[in-house]
């Protein structure tokens, strides 16, 4: 039987669309040969894999080394995508992998975005952080207005392993980013230790509440567009976050203080 081991987060609620999914061969169930994935132009120490798979017949298993597996997505600059990657870790000193996606333009040249630097190669500019289950990244961003690709990348580096899965980059619903109506929230790293970071549009308040009902942490965040919430006084525990923005869209997901 296929094991399909889930991270406790990916059974609450969370943002995102329902559209096409613009990676090709983004649940890697398509290969030239056992260390091809159909569709990935860039390749280093990966084969397939049958027995650790998120959904399917198979994940794509990546030895590490600073090793890379990536493709350009084609997508249109100014709109806003959401991102999801789901990983499986075999930890080996908690630097074993991450995203290290870039934006490009027509030609193929990367773009820099200080916006988004921190989704794109995170969480938060740093390494996955969940190890020996299967976890989900997840994140949404606009994508600069002269962008018409997105490098997706991801890394494994040496003395780990990593298993990948089910990648897509998805354009949101309402696809000019001033035009939105709906917000696509993003909550990391989850687990999180001393600060918890909300991606949206417009957000107007945070809340952390614990599974009493009490309010342990309240943040007016005056309509931006990412909120850094320092949670270094919760004890340890499981906790509901609040998201509202201007437009009174509001998400509500658990998350675990460690």
């Known amino acids: 039987m296929k094991q399909t081991l889930l991270f406790i987060a990916a059974l609450f609620l969370s943002a995102g669309s329902f559209g096409q999914n613009l990676v090709n061969n983004g649940g890697f169930e398509t290969w030239d040969d056992e260390t091809t994935p159909t569709s990935w132009t860039h390749v280093e120490n990966v084969t397939q894999e049958t027995s650790i798979v998120h959904t399917g017949t198979y994940s794509a298993k990546h030895t590490g080394g600073t090793k890379d597996l990536g493709q350009f997505v084609p997508l249109v ?7 999801s990657i789901w990983y499986y870790t075999v930890q080996a000193d908690e630097t074993d992998s991450r995203i290290w996606a870039k934006w490009a333009d027509s030609e193929k ?25 299967w976890a989900e ?54 687990p999180f230790s001393t600060d918890l970071n909300i991606n949206g549009l417009e957000i107007t308040s945070v809340e952390l509440v614990n599974l009493a009902g009490q309010v342990m942490l309240q943040t007016e965040a005056n309509n931006i567009n990412r909120v850094k919430v320092p949670t270094g006084e919760l004890t340890k525990g499981i906790y509901l976050v609040k998201i509202r923005d201007i437009n009174g869209n509001e998400k509500t997901q658990k998350v675990i203080k460690k």
């Open 109 to 133: 040249t990367y773009i820099a975005d200080a916006a988004t630097e921190s989704q794109l190669q995170g969480p938060d500019n740093g390494y996955l952080p969940i190890f020996g289950q």
């Open 77 to 83: 600059g100014g709109k806003s995508y959401t991102i």
């Open 137 to 190: 990244y997840r994140t949404t961003v606009a994508a600069p207005a002269n962008a018409a690709f997105l490098y997706l990348e991801v890394r494994t580096y040496s003395g780990a392993f990593t298993y990948w899965d089910d990648f897509s980059v998805i354009e949101d619903e309402a696809t000019e980013v001033e035009q939105r109506k709906v917000n696509s929230f993003s909550v990391y790293p989850n």
